[in-house]
């Protein structure tokens, strides 16, 4: 359902998260349109990055690295 909702306040820590199959060609895209991109602490067997979706959620970006 979609709806307004005057009181939303995007999510800054509980957040989707994709697998991706190349993280840092994903994320130069990503910065090349425009949009920002954050590293974020090290998480061990992957490469990640967060983005934020257009209404400001947090999206986490996940390429295993084995």
């Avoid at 957040?15 to 425009?34: K, Y």
């Avoid at 067997?45 to 967060?50: H, I, L, P, S």
């Amino acid at each position: 359902h979609l709806g307004v909702d005057p009181t939303f306040r995007p999510a800054t820590k509980a957040h989707p998260a994709f697998l991706v199959d190349d993280v840092a060609a994903l994320a130069r895209a990503i910065a090349g349109a425009g949009h920002r991109v954050v590293d974020d602490e090290p998480l061990e067997g992957y490469a990640r990055v967060y983005v934020e979706d257009p209404f400001g959620n947090r999206i986490e970006l996940l390429e295993p690295l084995f």
